[in-house]
Each structure stands twice: as C-alpha cells, then as structure tokens.
C-alpha cells in the first residue's frame, strides 16, 4: 500500500484539526434534521451549530447524507 | 362519539403542521396520511439518490420509503419538533437508502486485505511505503521524515484496533458505514475510536515539539 503525499497531507491536517469537543456520527445524525431546516431557510447553521458543520467537514458518510437530505427537500418544495 | 372523529380524521386531506402530521402517524395511525407521506419520501429520494444507484431507481426507492416509514412510526414520538417533520423524516429515509448502498457496494471479497492483515503480526501502516514518484530529491527528504515521524507516533501511541480503523478510513479512505459494519461495530463508536486516535497523535506532536502546520509547509 502507498501512501502518497496527498494522502499524508490530509492525515496531518485532520490531525492538526482535531479538537476534544467534536461530536460523533450519532450526534450529528439527531442534529442534522435541524441544520439542513435551517440552511433551507436561507438561514446560517454553520454558526448556529458550529460542531455539526464540523463534523460534516470531517465524515464523508454524514456529508452524503446532509447533501442527499437537502436535494430531496428542495426537490419537494420545488414540487417537481 | 368515537365514529364521528375517526369520519372527521377520515376527512383530511392535507398535513401541513408538524401538529397535525403527528397526530396522523401517532397511533391510531392515519393510513391516509401514511400513503401521503410515502409519496413524498419516493418524491424526494430520488434526486437524492439516483446518482448512487445503478440499478431499477423506482423500485429501490420504493423499497427504501417502505423501510423508512416503519422507521419513522416507530419513533414518531422521538421527534422534537425543531425542523418540520416531513424533514425529520427525510433525514431516516435518507440514511436508510444510503446505508443500504454503502453496504451492497462493497462485498467481502473486496474488503479481504483488510480483514487479514499481513502474515506474523505486520503492521499494516507499517508497512506502507511512500510513492517514489516524488519530483525533487529534497523535497523527498523532508517528506519521508515527515512519514517517519507520523508513522513512528502511529505505532507507539495507538491500538491495533484503531491503527486499522485509520488505515481503512485515512488512508484506503473507505466509508465509515462500511468499516463500521466489517469492524462488527457502529459507525459512532467508530468516528470515537478515530477521533482519539487522532488526539493522541497530536499531543504526541506536540509532547515532541513538532508543529504538524510547519510538517506540512515543509512538504
């Protein structure tokens, strides 16, 4: 297996980012319902809820989940 | 008394608050409103998940939305009323379908070099070389002491287990859902192994004197 300096990179910058306070996968998971309402609102989660913009910029799982969440809603308001 | 609320329930045919969505799928459930919102996952899982999906898209979001909705009755009263409700149940349908994915995309065979690590106890981060295609032999120089000391801290502060959690998450970069599911564990406890793990390697930089911002400049 190579690791190549991309990957290394991005290994120390999680590393160097990595603060006690982040929140699980759970924890963001019963949030998230809450911050995708908020940014469909125009409004901003990213400073109401700092620790689940957080944590979506560091789990691709949740991320994927957020983006598909907010395509589905847009698509229902869009009523297409 | 009773016949004449269950014609009035009978009678609806919108749910716009999360009151009144509540009410319906609180027992005695409202069948109609359940069929409304079944409508209304199918509507929205399918922009949200066509691009992950090469197979029959109708009838697997349909199979999600079915999957989902017992879901959401079941756990109808855990939800608290600080987005709507047809959002709150869009996240579970979401999560439902995108698990199943994740899941079915990797099979067992693809995940064999993870499983079983090398022969004799090898460490599988251990054993990683660093790609020889590095341009200028300086920059090499700098790079591989970066390795060496990153790797060095791996093996002398983290557990085997989470040294394969970082190997398959970090560095193979599979989805945490996934490696969850091969580690026999749940995706939280998982993000907690590895977000330990991160911590100790960063106090262990710090402990050493080495600022990982200036390990990175210097790549």
Known sequence: ???????????????????????????????????????????????????????????????????ALLAAMKNLSNGT | MINWFKRRREEKSSYETNEEWIDALSEPVDEQAVGIL????????????????DRELDQFVEDV???????????????????????WAMKIAVREGLTELRLKRYDDSSLEEFKHPGEGGRDELTAITFASDLPDPEQATHEQLALQKVLKIINEELTEKQKKAMNALMIQGLSITVV?????????ALYKLVHDARLKIKNRLEVDGIDPDDLLNRM
């Open chain 2, 180 to 188: 969850a599911e091969q580690m026999d564990t749940n995706r939280n």
């Open chain 1, 1 to 67: 297996m190579e690791l190549t300096k991309k990957i290394l990179s991005k290994l120390i910058q999680a590393v160097s980012k990595s603060h006690p306070d982040e929140i699980g996968c759970d924890e963001c998971y019963d949030q998230l319902d809450t911050f995708a309402q908020m940014k469909l609102e125009g409004k901003a989660p990213e400073e109401a809820m700092p620790l689940v913009e957080d944590h979506l910029k560091r789990c691709r799982d949740c991320r994927e989940e957020y983006e």
């Open chain 2, 65 to 87: 939305a079915q999957d989902a909705l017992l879901k959401i009755l079941d756990n109808i009263d855990s939800f608290r009323g600080e987005s709507k409700l047809l959002t």
């Open chain 2, 38 to 53: 079944r409508q209304k996952l199918i509507q929205g899982l399918k922009p949200a998940l066509y691009k992950y999906v």
